[in-house]
Every structure is written in structure tokens, then in C-alpha cells.
């Protein structure tokens, strides 16, 4: 049902969806939280990564998970698009909904469910195709073969990453000839492509310079109208400056999960006040 | 001194001159041996000049140097070595040896010998002599000299033309009524006695036609044949009359008489037709056509078969196989079969492709035919498939490796897109991996062009009656035996009756399968860059 409905939007993509996607849809209702993470354990064999975490992820809003490294932060937002599945002997309990459907039994197969969430990595990673069939490969897998329409859809998200003014001339060249900051908005226009609703970002800047991290947290900003995000860094700076709810992993716990000014500012638990200060981590 | 020696070996100096002088060893061996081919294989064109050498002995002899080497005398000393020369002075056919040694000690003049023609025949090798008279069905049409030679060159002319005719019609329309017939007798052969009057009578009809039309065929032949009456008479160095029909000869040409230019003209001509002419005497002369078309054709086949299974069998072991020992053991055990000896290949090739693949496809379809084995004998399906089974450790070994470096973040933002293992695997991981698989293909196929042994067994002969590629329908004919430059190499040089005679032709050979196999390599580097410039960030 759920896969009908998404491939007819796919046909009537080229211009209209961004006019869907901007206006106010009376069918998402603005208040109702887009993820909902219910009491959700995580183990790699008999190893705990993840203990009993709950939460709910805003719509249209960026949502940073920040903690040391082990911590579990990645695990969560893997969780999310059950990209943990190919993990051997790995194992979830709990469960996550995404728009009120729960993604292991509601959401039709996994690939619905990717198609719904995006993902972007922290090691940019475009396929070695050219920039044209990178952005085109999401929506050729699920259905889309027309060239015209395929075209709309990459300048759509071209332009969506700010990319298309310094790529237009050469969607037929090598994505791996692009500056490392242009590859990961190629990623990101790659994820979008496919027109999902939550935006998975695994620490997507730690491999790019100052200049491209602050580009793509403008693009963040600017994405957020159209997409949820859920974004996994180390740089508390970054949570700090783009995310509207913020949460602090520690040990595969949830320690604490606010609003960003409110966690770093008066964190309410000792923990997140000495990791935020530096005192660990 | 050992603090000396210390700060030599702690430097590494001692390892880098070491290293340089390995490199240098083997680029040498390698430059050497390509220049020993090289120089071997171009002189066999150059058109030298004949020498006429008057003994002390008495006699002449016309003829070219070929080589000159001392005479074995054990007991005397190295200084008063005396040395003889090697002559090459054709006429098998009247002097028996077409080479003979000649004691410098025993010559009392060499002179380039004006006048003197060389004949290249269709028998017995190169004629050497001096043009007496032109004939015509008996009767006289021109003298010696260089009116003569010009009359005898217009008679060649001719004759040639008539050769082609009868070449064409021996080979591709008596051909054609053979393969028919041949046809015809296996329907007959293959009906039920007394089973049907009708299908019997049709065929013993087109018998008839086909008999019929042999018939025509074979006077018109007999026309053509009547038609070739000129032939030319040659005094030899010792002045005697030998006679030879223009129908046997190939070229008549005076090398003395030749300039630079064409000298050269008559070199490139002479290489042009090696590679495309078929052999003649028993390998011997002529050119390697056949065996160029079944190398390539060989590689081509292998590289079919050989591609998808390798690629195929790579992708399982590392992309879907659960890594533990026995994939291990799997892998251990691919790499050691390419050590296997490749005879052993051969042997296999044998027993199970054409005895027991062969052997069953032959009693199924072709069972009129048997005892007579169609399948069920050597043939370039056979030698190609065992070479695949051979060559597909190294496509395998490449096409792994070339796996193991595709990055696993680029399957992750597949699997991300919502893209399935498979789609991921097709669309993502086996263009990146294109340009391993290609690597593979490369050294597989250097490989096969130059291995011989399993192809003596599987289905490679001294002499192909026929190309497995011809007009008859069904075009190709992978059952059929074939020509490989590697066998022909090991063929002219070891098994020839006329070892001197074939020396040229080892050399010659060899320098063509190197280049062959060069050639080959080329384009499939240039398939590959052209890959890698397509995916890679450097680009140009």
C-alpha cells in the first residue's frame, strides 16, 4: 500500500513535489513526533550497546545524538534505518516508529523503509559512476526509468544541495573528480533523491575541512524545512549551532534528551555537564 | 671495518645496488631475447643477393650465406681453426639438399652472381638459376636474359590469375558440393531401412543433382587446368636444364636487380603475406595464417568462457560465501591450481570434455555419424575450455582482490538507497570492480596465447584442412581442429624434416606470437584505462 502510494508520487515527481513538500500537509500534523524510539536495546552477540532508550525526534527539525566515541550514538541512528540488519549476530529489541508505523512490522520491506530514511556517512562515498547517475541511482532501484523525469529529479536535488550551479555543466563526469565537500553534498543530494522523509547523518563533516563543514551545515539548516534530521557528531560546537533537540549517549545509555540550547547550557544531569566542559570525552 | 660495513648495511646501499642490479638483469634477458627474435625473424624477408662461389674443387654454386661456423677439429689448437660457411643453394629437387656446408679453404672466388633469378615455388622450395627460354605448350615464346625474365614475369601474370580461379573453385565450391553431399550420405545413413519411400527417393534424387553438379565442377577444373601450358627453362650454377611449369611458381625475381626501394617494397610484401597466406611445405614456407586465426580465435572463445565464470565464482567467495575455513580452503585451493603443471589441464581436457562431454554429444546428435567422432575429438571448443579451466584462477584471484578494495562504504550508501544486496552487487560493485576483472582477463589470456602443451592434446594440428570459420552454414564450426602459433613454433622447429630450411620460419613465428600476444594485452590495458579514467578522481 504504502510502496503504491510512494511510486505514484514518483511519477508525478518533475515540479509539483516541491510545492507538496513546502506547503502545510493537514496529513502530517506538525506536533506529532516523526521518530519514536520506545525502549530500544541493542546487542552485538551477548554485547550490550544500546539499554533501554526512548525518545521521540521531532518533525522538521535537526536532532543531534553527541557522546564519546563507543557510546552507542551511531548504533541509534543506524537502528533507524535498520541498516544494523547486516551486522552478523547483532539483535534489537524495543521498537521504532517512523511517522506512527513501526519499521520492523508496518513498514512494508527494508527497502521501503530506506527509501523513507536516508542515510549520509561520515566518509563521503559516491559511487565511482558519474555525478548524473550517483544522484539518478536511488530513484532507478525503485522504479523510476524515465531519462525526463530522472533529469527533474537530479536538478531538483542538485539544487536542493546547492550543487547544481557548480555541477550543471558536468552532470557527465566522474563524481570522484568533485572536491571532498562537493562529494559529501552529492551524498546528500544522492539521499534526498529518492524523496525521504527522515535524513539519517553519521557524523557527515569530520572528514571535511572548516569551509565545507560550514557549508553543510547551512545546507542542514536549509534541509530541515523539507526533511527531518537526525544527526550523529563528535563536534559538540556543531550540535551546538545547528540541532534543535540535542542528546548525550553515554556507555549505550540515553543520558540526557532536550533542547540543544537547554542541554548545553543547564544540563540537568552531572554527566552531560562534564563531558560538554571537557572533562572527558 | 665491521662500524664500516655497519653504516653500509644501515643505509640500505648495499640493497639498492642489489635490486638495481636484479632490474637490470632481467630487462637485458628480456631485451636480448626479444632482439635475438627480432633480428632473426626481419633478415628472413630482406632479399640478399646471390653469390655465385667457384671451388678450387671444381663447380659452382649459386646461392646465399646463411651462417658460418669452424669446422670440429678436437685436436688442433683454437688459433688455426679453419671455418666453413653455410649455403643455401635451393634446387631440392635436383640436388637433393637445398643446404650445404662449403670449406672456406675450398673457394676460390665469390662473385655476386649477375643474372641469376630466384623462383619460388609451390614444391620443393626456392629455385636458383639463370632464365634460358620461356615455353608456350611446346613451343619457344622468349630467350634469357632481361626480355625474357619480362616475358616470363607477363606469362606469371596469367598464371596466377588461373591459380586463384582454381584455388576458389578446389576450395569453396567443391567444397560446398562436398559438405552437401557429406550431408546427403548422413540423412541416407540415418534412415530406417524400408521406412519411407518418399524421403529416400528425394534424397537419392538430390544425390544425383549433387553428383551431377561435382561432374560440372570437376571439367571445369579440367579446363582451367588445360590452360596452364607456360613453363620456363632455368640453367642451374652447374648448367644444367631444368624445366618448371609456371603452374608450380609463385614469383620469379631477380634480387640482384633490385634498389633500395624495392628491396623494401619486396620485404614489406613478403611479411604482408606471411600473416595471411596459408603454409605450404609442410610448414615449412609460406605463411601462418591459420595459425594466427586459431590463436586468436582460441583466446577470444577462452576469454568468453572464462570471464563469467572467474567473475562469478569471485563474487560468490567474497560477497555472499560466509567467511570461515572452508572459504579459506576454497580460496588456498584456487591459487594452488594455478601452479598446476598445464599438461595436467590437458590430460583433464581429454578425459572429461572430449571423451565424456564429447563422446555423449556424439551419440545424442551426431550419432549417424560415428564411429566417426565429431565431437568426441579434439577441437578449438575443447582446447579453448580447457584453457578457461586453466587461466580462471587468475580472473578469480584478480577479481577478488579488485573486490576486497572496493570500498565498503560504497555498498553501504547502496544498501542505504534502499537498494537490495543483488542491485548493489550488479549496479554498484561489479562496475567498480570492472577494471580488476579486466587485469584478470589480461594475464589469462597472455597465458593461454602461449601455452602449448594442453593444446596438443585438446585439439590443435600441424596442418588445419580448414579455418573453423567458413561460409558453410553453421559459420562456425567449433568442433573442427586448428592451427596455434605456439605448436607451429614447436612444430617447424622440432619436428620439421628440413630443419634448416624452417629456421627462419621458428623465428619469424616467434616474433609474431610475441607480437600477437602484445597486441592483445595492448587492447585489453586500453579497455582498462579507458574504464579506470571513467570512475577514477584523477582523471586524465
Known amino acids: 500500500m504504502n510502496e503504491i502510494r510512494l511510486k505514484n508520487e514518483m511519477k508525478n515527481m518533475p515540479r509539483e513535489m516541491n510545492v507538496e513538500k513546502t506547503a502545510p500537509d493537514p496529513a502530517r500534523e506538525p ?100 555525478i548524473f547517475e550517483n544522484v539518478a541511482y536511488g530513484p532507478t532501484i525503485h522504479g523510476t526509468k524515465d531519462r525526463n523525469a530522472l533529469s527533474a529529479i537530479v536538478e531538483k536535488s542538485l539544487r536542493a544541495t546547492a550543487l547544481w550551479d557548480e555541477v550543471k555543466d558536468r552532470l557527465n563526469d566522474s563524481a570522484l573528480r568533485l572536491s571532498g565537500g562537493q562529494q559529501q553534498r552529492l551524498c546528500i543530494a544522492r539521499a534526498i533523491a529518492v524523496e525521504p522523509e527522515v535524513l539519517l547523518m553519521d557524523e557527515p563533516c569530520s572528514a571535511l575541512d572548516p569551509l ?24 559538540m560546537q556543531q550540535a551546538a549551532r545547528i540541532a534543535d533537540k540535542t542528546g548525550f549517549l553515554l556507555l549505550g545509555e540515553l543520558v540526557e534528551f532536550g533542547p540543544t540550547e537547554k542541554l548545553f547550557t543547564r544540563p540537568a544531569d552531572q554527566r552531560t555537564e562534564d563531558y560538554i566542559t571537557g572533562r572527558f570525552g | 671495518m665491521t662500524h664500516m660495513f655497519k653504516g653500509v648495511w644501515k643505509r640500505g646501499d648495499l640493497f639498492i645496488w642489489l635490486a638495481g642490479v636484479g632490474l637490470a638483469l632481467s ?81 676460390a672466388r665469390v662473385e655476386k652472381a649477375e643474372g641469376a633469378l630466384i623462383v619460388e615455388r609451390r614444391e620443393w622450395g626456392d629455385f636458383y638459376g639463370l632464365l634460358k627460354e620461356v615455353r608456350e605448350g611446346g613451343g619457344q615464346v622468349a630467350g634469357g636474359g632481361a626480355s625474357g625474365l619480362l616475358t616470363l614475369q607477363e606469362k606469371m601474370e596469367t598464371a596466377l590469375a588461373i591459380h586463384a580461379e582454381i584455388d576458389d573453385l578446389t576450395k569453396s565450391d567443391i567444397g560446398r558440393v562436398n559438405y552437401k553431399m557429406e550431408k546427403n550420405r548422413l540423412a541416407m545413413a540415418s534412415l530406417k531401412p524400408g521406412a519411407d519411400d518418399q524421403a529416400l527417393a528425394r534424397l537419392s534424387k538430390e544425390r544425383k543433382e549433387l553428383e551431377r553438379h561435382y561432374q560440372e565442377l570437376t571439367a571445369r577444373l579440367q579446363v582451367l587446368r588445360d590452360k596452364q601450358v607456360g613453363e620456363a627453362v632455368f640453367l642451374t650454377a652447374d648448367e644444367r636444364e631444368i624445366s618448371i611449369p609456371l603452374a608450380k611458381v609463385i614469383q620469379v625475381y631477380e634480387p640482384g636487380a633490385l634498389g633500395a626501394v624495392g628491396r623494401i617494397g619486396f620485404f614489406l610484401r613478403k611479411a604482408i603475406d606471411f600473416v595471411t597466406d596459408d603454409p605450404r611445405e609442410s610448414n615449412t614456407e609460406g605463411g601462418v595464417f591459420p595459425a594466427i586465426f586459431g590463436t586468436v580465435m582460441m583466446v577470444m572463445i577462452m576469454s568468453l568462457l572464462v570471464t563469467p565464470l572467474g567473475v562469478v565464482a569471485a563474487f560468490y567467495l567474497r560477497e555472499y560465501a560466509h567467511q570461515g575455513t572452508m572459504v579459506s580452503a576454497v580460496r588456498i585451493a584456487v591459487n594452488n591450481l594455478a601452479g598446476v603443471p598445464s599438461i595436467v589441464f590437458g590430460v583433464f581436457g581429454v578425459g572429461f570434455f572430449i571423451y565424456f562431454i564429447g563422446g555423449t554429444i556424439d551419440q545424442l546428435f551426431y550419432a549417424e555419424k560415428l564411429p566417426a567422432p565429431t565431437f568426441g575429438t579434439g577441437g578449438i ?72 602443451a594442453p593444446l596438443m592434446i585438446t585439439g590443435v594440428v600441424k596442418l588445419a584442412p580448414s579455418l573453423p570459420v567458413d561460409g558453410l552454414f553453421p559459420f562456425v564450426h567449433l568442433e573442427r581442429k586448428f592451427m596455434h602459433l605456439g605448436f607451429h613454433i614447436y612444430d617447424v622447429g622440432f619436428q620439421s624434416p628440413n630443419v634448416d630450411a624452417a629456421r ?14 602484445v597486441l592483445l594485452n595492448l587492447a585489453a590495458i586500453w579497455l582498462r584505462n579507458r574504464l579506470r579514467k571513467k570512475l577514477s578522481a584523477s582523471g586524465v
Open chain 1, 31 to 130: 506536533s506529532t513526533p516523526m521518530v519514536e524510539i520506545d525502549r530500544v536495546a541493542f546487542f552485538y552477540g551477548n554485547q550490550p550497546a544500546l539499554k533501554n532508550i526512548s525518545m521521540s525526534i521531532p518533525r522538521n527539525k535537526v536532532t543531534a545524538f553527541i557522546g564519546p566515541s563507543g557510546c552507542g550514538k551511531s548504533t541509534l541512528l543506524r537502528c533507524l534505518n535498520r541498516m544494523n540488519d547486516l551486522v552478523e549476530g547483532a539483535r534489537m529489541e524495543g521498537a521504532i516508529r517512523i511517522g506512527g508505523k513501526d519499521i520492523h512490522r508496518e513498514i512494508g520491506d527494508v527497502s521501503a523503509l530506506r527509501k523513507q530514511v536516508g542515510m549520509v556517512f561520515q566518509k563521503f562515498n559516491p559511487f565511482p559512476k558519474t
Open chain 2, 27 to 107: 630487462l637485458i634477458m628480456v631485451a636480448g631475447l626479444l632482439l635475438a627474435i627480432f633480428i632473426n625473424a626481419a633478415t628472413f624477408f630482406w632479399p640478399a643477393d646471390l653469390m655465385r662461389i667457384s671451388l678450387k674443387s671444381g663447380g659452382t654454386v649459386i646461392g646465399l650465406k646463411t651462417g658460418r661456423e669452424a669446422i670440429p677439429q678436437p685436436e688442433t689448437p683454437e688459433a688455426s681453426a679453419r671455418y666453413r660457411l653455410q649455403i643455401k643453394q635451393g634446387n631440392r629437387d635436383v640436388t637433393g639438399a637445398d643446404f650445404i656446408w662449403i670449406d672456406e679453404a675450398d673457394i
Open chain 2, 381 to 452: 571448443l575443447w582446447a579453448s575450455l580447457t584453457m578457461a579451466l586453466l587461466t580462471v584462477p587468475v580472473v578469480i584471484v584478480s577479481t577478488e582482490e579488485g573486490l576486497a578494495s572496493v570500498a565498503g562504504g560504497l555498498r553501504e550508501a547502496s544498501i542505504a538507497l534502499g537498494a537490495t544486496k543483488f542491485e548493489t552487487t550488479w549496479r554498484v560493485v561489479l562496475p567498480a570492480v570492472m577494471p580488476s576483472i579486466l587485469t584478470g582477463l589480461i594475464l589469462a589470456m597472455a597465458r593461454a596465447a602461449g601455452e602449448v
Open chain 1, 212 to 235: 565545507a563543514t560550514a557549508r553543510i551545515e547551512e545546507l542542514m539548516v536549509e534541509l530541515k524545512r523539507n526533511y527531518t534530521i537526525v544527526i550523529v557528531t563528535h563536534n
Open chain 2, 504 to 517: 627462419p620460419m621458428v623465428f619469424t613465428t616467434t616474433l609474431l606470437l610475441v607480437v600477437l600476444v
